[in-house]
């Protein structure tokens, strides 16, 4: 059959399914059901009453339990709301407004931010961005982590760059987790700005697929070795351990700009959701109980990940190249001419990320990453999207032959 004929029977059956955004399934999310019945108390460990306002950074518990996690000593750990994405946007909020720890002025006073993106990135960091008027400057994304050389280039050499993007653990989108080497050199690397910061954005950090958990070294604890824990911002949040709409987030820094962020949050709020705290340290209990969890995410999703695998190893061998991650929530897929397949994809019922999305303003100058996010969809339905997807690689293929 050619991949017309394939393509026409494709778009008689229908289909309406989505692969777009890395989303917990139901039956994820049903993991987490205890959550409903806790807490069992509304006092914290040291008496603190739950209900009432108070505790800007958070429950220590909680802290204590995530710290070892996300590699951040508890006493330099805030607890957000159920999401890190509005720490990190509220970050560069502060940022603008309120001069950080070395920095000259304030953000908004500066001629020109700009930001580095290693690329395939996560869309909604470079939404951030436009949203400010930063500039962004991709950065090739290697198999452990950006490109180095570049990195330590334009850092060094350019006072304007004041951030980078760095989502270190099973990225989103390609899965590629940094090496100790990269992770070493962005710490001791010279940078012309006083105040620039890495926005470590450590989404992934426990969402492992594989018995072998991938070891990511402590970028806090190398750059406060080299006299710098400041130029670090983590980021990390339970939006994929427990419930995505109702879960906890977690800034992390060091002493001087936990007190800064802080400062400034203190105006936005009287204190955080700590019954959602509570129940959140009831039901984890400890780094035990969130493995044990992050495995019974891993059987339900893990089949996913592998019947993409095997699909587009039986559809697309030599046509395209993808990644085949160990952990986090999302597959790259390489292709030619990636916005005619996305294309050809829609008009046959399956929605994919916009082609570009996993680039600043968009724009993927190759035209060639597609970000799948296989988590959502049950895996009937997951086999006919990707089989659907390969059929818009061949046939786009065919038509550019
Ligand atoms: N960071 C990365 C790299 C992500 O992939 C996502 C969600 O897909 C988020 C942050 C969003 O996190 P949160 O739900 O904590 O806002």
Not at 15 to 37: I, M, V
Not at 237 to 242: Q, R
């Amino acid at each position: 059959m050619t991949a017309q004929s394939d393509y026409a029977a494709l778009v008689q059956q229908g289909l309406s399914l989505d692969l777009t955004r890395g989303k917990p399934s139901p039956r994820q999310l049903d993991l987490s059901d205890a959550l409903f019945r806790l807490p069992t108390s509304y006092r914290a460990a040291d008496g603190t009453d739950g209900r009432n306002y108070g505790n800007l950074q958070g429950l220590a518990e909680l802290r204590e339990l995530f710290a070892p996690l996300i590699q951040v000593p508890a006493g330099q750990i805030v607890v957000g709301g159920n999401a890190s994405l509005a720490l990190m946007h509220d970050t560069i909020v502060h940022a603008l407004l309120t001069p950080m720890p070395g920095a000259a002025r304030r953000w908004v006073e500066e001629p020109e931010i700009t930001f580095l993106c290693p690329v395939p990135g996560y869309d909604r960091h470079f939404t951030i961005c436009e949203r400010f008027g930063i500039k962004m400057v991709p950065v090739p994304m290697n198999a452990d982590g950006p490109d180095m050389d570049v990195v330590e280039r334009l850092v060094a050499e350019d006072a304007s760059v004041k951030g980078i993007w760095c989502v270190p653990k099973y990225s989103n989108p390609s899965g590629i987790v940094y090496s100790d080497e990269t992770v070493r050199r962005l710490a001791a690397m010279p940078a012309a700005a006083p105040d620039f910061r890495i926005f470590w954005d450590n989404a992934y950090a426990v969402h492992h697929l594989t018995d072998t958990p991938a070891e990511l070294a402590d970028l806090l604890a190398l750059s406060a070795a080299q006299g710098d824990a400041d130029r670090v911002f983590v980021y990390a949040s339970t939006s994929k351990v427990t419930l995505a709409g109702s879960g906890v987030s977690f800034f992390g820094s060091s002493p001087a700009n936990v007190e800064w962020f802080l400062r400034n949050t203190a105006k936005q709020s009287i204190g955080p959701d700590k019954i959602n705290q509570l129940r959140h340290v009831e039901f984890l209990r400890d780094g035990a109980g969130v493995a044990a969890h992050m495995r019974r995410h891993a059987e339900l999703i893990g089949p996913k990940f592998e019947l993409v695998d095997k699909v587009l190893t039986e559809q697309l061998g030599g046509l395209a190249t993808w990644t085949s991650p160990k952990g986090g929530y999302f597959i790259s897929l390489d292709v030619p001419h990636a916005a005619e397949v996305v294309a050809k994809a829609k008009a046959a019922g399956i929605a994919l990320t916009p082609a570009g999305a996993t680039h600043p303003y968009g724009d993927d100058p190759a035209d060639r990453t597609i970000r799948i996010a296989p988590t959502y969809p049950e895996l009937a339905e997951l086999e006919q999207a990707i089989n659907g997807l390969a059929v818009c690689v061949r046939l786009v293929a065919e038509e550019h032959a």
